[in-house]
C-alpha cells in the first residue's frame, strides 16, 4: 500500500480492510457461532453410524474373484 502507485491506492486500502474484517469473522464470529452450536450437543450420546453389509464384505464376482 506505502510503496505501490497513487492509481491502485483505494483498491490496495479495500483489500487491506477486507483482510482484516475477514481474519476478525474468522477468529471470533465462526468461533462464537460455533461453540453455541456445539453447546447443544453437550451431554447427548453420538449418533450411530448406520453401517451397510455392502461395505463390510467384498461382493464375490465369479470368474473375476472366485
Not at 461395505?55 to 474373484?65: F, L
Request: proline fraction near 3%.
Amino acid at each position: 500500500m506505502i510503496y505501490g502507485p497513487k492509481d491502485i491506492f483505494g483498491f490496495n486500502a479495500a483489500m487491506l480492510v477486507g483482510c482484516i474484517v475477514g481474519t476478525y469473522s474468522s477468529m471470533f464470529i465462526a468461533l462464537a457461532i460455533f461453540l453455541k452450536l456445539e453447546s447443544r450437543n453437550i451431554g447427548k450420546a453420538p449418533k450411530a453410524k448406520k453401517v451397510y453389509e455392502d461395505s463390510i464384505k467384498e461382493k464375490m464376482i465369479k470368474g473375476i474373484n472366485c
